[in-house]
């Protein structure tokens, strides 16, 4: 149901992502959906989301979300209303950053890449959604200025997303990174096809981190589309169910 970030943060950080396993929706959206933008039963996505917070050991009130729209816009939980039913909001971003111990940063993901952070006093947290429109829209620049700390003292996590042999892009794609830094032409692999090529997200995402001084960078290595026993993948089935990563200030140290 859980994965646990493989990160050095504090002790008083808490981070989670979840699995597609231990919900109760029914195919395609099988079973831990939590996205309440899909067509799954309402009430099963409300169910889910009750057995995570019970798994993650917090209220579900106490979770904060945001209308992802593949854009860079970062909002801090602080001003964002407490959880609605669903996580459903009119409040339109793709990051969150939060000071404050017991509210909880959420993403939802099914292929695009889940990125948490976390200073290594533990004084702040933020939880991106970083697709490749996102990324190259700065969603991770914004969202480490956000955190108002030397980029240094921050530590990040590259969540499950899909793999570098999986992801096909166009030239549309590869000009929006390597037309802004050369560096980014590693991250893409030319394949047989004219205008075709594998777009590593994960590599970009990093390569972004580290030019701001975010040098700790953890990666999962998971592969969402390949991995259909654990992960939902909206390239590889169109219509399934979205993961979520969390990441908190636990309020109890």
């Given at each position: 149901?859980?994965?646990?970030?493989?990160?050095?943060?504090?002790a008083t950080?808490?981070?989670?992502?979840?699995t597609r396993?231990?919900?109760v929706?029914?195919?395609?959206?099988?079973?831990?959906?939590?996205?309440?933008?899909t067509?799954?039963?309402r009430?099963?996505?409300?169910?889910?989301?009750?057995?995570?917070?019970?798994?993650?050991?917090v209220?579900t009130?106490?979770?904060?979300?945001?209308?992802?729209?593949?854009?860079?816009?970062?909002?801090?939980?602080?001003s964002?209303?407490?959880?609605a039913?669903l996580?459903?909001?009119?409040?339109?971003?793709?990051?969150?950053?939060?000071?404050?111990?017991?509210?909880?940063c959420?993403?939802k993901?099914?292929?695009?890449?889940?990125?948490?952070?976390?200073?290594?006093?533990?004084s702040?947290?933020?939880?991106?959604?970083?697709?490749?429109?996102?990324?190259?829209?700065?969603?991770?620049?914004?969202?480490t200025?956000?955190?108002?700390?030397?980029?240094?003292r921050?530590?990040?996590?590259?969540?499950?997303c899909?793999?570098?042999t999986m992801?096909?892009?166009?030239?549309?794609?590869?000009?929006?990174f390597?037309?802004?830094?050369?560096?980014a032409?590693?991250?893409?692999?030319?394949?047989?096809?004219?205008?075709?090529?594998?777009?590593?997200l994960?590599?970009?995402?990093?390569?972004r981190?580290?030019r701001m001084?975010v040098?700790?960078?953890?990666?999962?290595?998971?592969?969402?589309?390949?991995?259909?026993a654990?992960?939902?993948?909206?390239?590889?089935?169109?219509?399934?169910?979205r993961?979520?990563?969390?990441?908190?200030?636990?309020?109890?140290?």
């Amino acid at each position: 149901m859980l994965i646990t970030p493989n990160w050095s943060a504090p002790a008083t950080i808490r981070a989670a992502m979840t699995t597609r396993a231990g919900g109760v929706s029914a195919p395609p959206y099988d079973s831990m959906n939590l996205g309440y933008s899909t067509a799954d039963d309402r009430a099963n996505v409300a169910e889910n989301e009750r057995r995570i917070a019970t798994a993650l050991g917090v209220e579900t009130s106490n979770i904060r979300w945001v209308h992802q729209v593949h854009g860079n816009v970062v909002h801090h939980a602080e001003s964002l209303a407490a959880n609605a039913p669903l996580g459903s909001t009119a409040i339109q971003g793709d990051a969150i950053v939060c000071r404050t111990p017991g509210l909880v940063c959420g993403v939802k993901v099914a292929d695009c890449l889940p990125v948490l952070f976390a200073a290594d006093d533990g004084s702040v947290v933020a939880a991106a959604h970083a697709g490749w429109r996102g990324l190259a829209g700065g969603v991770l620049e914004n969202t480490t200025a956000a955190c108002n700390i030397a980029p240094a003292r921050l530590i990040a996590w590259l969540g499950p997303c899909i793999g570098p042999t999986m992801f096909e892009v166009g030239t549309d794609v590869r000009d929006a990174f390597c037309d802004q830094n050369r560096d980014a032409e590693s991250a893409f692999v030319a394949k047989a096809t004219a205008g075709k090529f594998w777009c590593d997200l994960p590599k970009l995402a990093a390569q972004r981190l580290n030019r701001m001084g975010v040098t700790r960078v953890h990666q999962s290595g998971l592969c969402t589309m390949s991995d259909s026993a654990q992960f939902f993948s909206h390239r590889r089935d169109a219509i399934t169910g979205r993961m979520a990563a969390f990441v908190w200030i636990d309020r109890s140290e």
